[in-house]
């Protein structure tokens, strides 16, 4: 057995301790804006379901209550268009980063195998590769990858980090690209609901997959949309054949979601209020800090979706993060999210208004 610092890269955000500590001796205190973790009430009907489900003595199932399963078939048709969707074509999963991270593991892939992701990506692609032992590739276009091999296409429209969206056109080139041979796709769209400049579509959506899910499956989040991050609470929807093999492999694992857990995520995907008003929350923070940001001498380039802006002074990221550092404000740099990104700085918009209105000030 290989020693765990072979098998993965160092985790990123150690690397930000020393820039936290100069942000955090500011005399008002740090506006941390480097990690997109949710900072708002958890929604009071949320809370009451997940309470009234508190007294579950007995194991849930891996693949949810009849409810929850219900409640996923009935967001994805109302805000995917994913139309005919059946229990078999879901499943929920203990937050999407367990998911991520564990996949390639549980389809079973391995040395030889190529498992791809976009060229400027959230680690933890690549990370579950590395678990599996699996190869790895990034890309700026999947189809113009080499498909000898690969297995596992991951697509993340919107993005994280930069906030990019990819259109219907482009989603149904590349997945027609993929059918043709053979790869297995998985689409991250946790950021879905967080559309600003632009309206994401899902691999799901009927212009994009033809009606027909062969193939296809989506990864979907309640934690940016409903404020679930401390619920790990995320679900899967598309080939009922893969999600058949990947709910077996589950139950042996053990890997389920609580009982009160899920009474939450039928709540949560049931109200389309709460979502509402946490996009206009979060509307707000975007534009306050993109003007500052714009008049401190910044660029930013996509940032059209997603919790974050994608911000760039043409320098050294890690230039960035020091100089705003010494200005209280911490973020984080591009390279954390690949090599492409050694001159941006990626700006969360998950802070309180009060945080986000004194980063503003400073700037």
């Not at 506006?31 to 009234?52: F, H, M, R, W, Y």
């Not at 950021?191 to 994009?208: K, N, Q, T």
Request: hydrophobic share 40%.
């Amino acid at each position: 057995m290989s020693a765990v610092s072979d098998r993965l890269p160092t985790f990123p955000w150690d690397k930000l301790e020393p820039f936290k500590a100069t942000a955090a001796a500011h005399p008002d205190g740090i506006v941390d804006l480097s990690v997109g973790t949710p900072v708002d009430p958890v929604p009071e009907l949320i809370q009451k379901a997940l309470v009234a489900a508190a007294d579950s003595p007995g194991y849930p199932t891996v693949w949810g209550t009849p409810e929850l399963r219900d409640a996923i078939t009935g967001w994805c048709e109302r805000r995917l268009g994913a139309r005919g969707l059946t229990h078999r074509g879901v499943l929920p999963v203990v937050g999407s980063k367990e998911l991520v991270a564990w996949l390639p593991t549980q389809l079973g892939l391995g040395p030889g195998d190529r498992v791809a992701y976009p060229r400027l990506a959230y680690p933890t692609y690549e990370v579950g590769a590395r678990l599996a032992r699996a190869d790895y590739v990034s890309y700026e276009d999947p189809t113009d990858l080499d498909p000898a091999g690969l297995k596992l296409l991951w697509l993340n429209s919107p993005s994280n980090p930069t906030g990019r969206v990819l259109s219907k056109d482009e989603l149904t080139r590349i997945v027609a690209w993929a059918r043709e041979h053979g790869i297995l796709v998985f689409s991250d769209e946790c950021y879905l609901e967080l559309g600003w400049e632009a309206d994401p579509v899902s691999v799901l959506h009927p212009d994009v997959c033809g009606g027909s899910y062969e193939g296809l499956v989506s990864v979907h989040s309640l934690s940016k949309r409903s404020n679930l991050a401390g619920y790990r609470a995320a679900f899967l929807a598309g080939d009922e054949a893969v999600l058949g093999d990947l709910l077996q492999i589950r139950k042996h694992g053990g890997m389920m979601t609580s009982a009160p857990t899920q009474a939450a995520a039928v709540a949560a995907l049931g109200d389309d209020t709460h979502v509402r008003e946490q996009r206009e929350r979060y509307a707000a923070r975007r534009t306050a800090l993109r003007e500052a940001l714009l008049r401190h001498g910044f660029r930013i380039e996509h940032s059209e979706a997603s919790l974050y802006l994608w911000a760039t002074r043409d320098g050294s990221c890690w230039d960035t993060v020091a100089h705003l550092a010494e200005l209280g404000i911490l973020v984080a740099p591009g390279d954390f999210y690949g090599p492409a990104g050694e001159s941006f700085v990626r700006v969360a918009l998950t802070a309180t208004d009060e945080r986000v209105q004194a980063a503003v000030g400073r700037l």
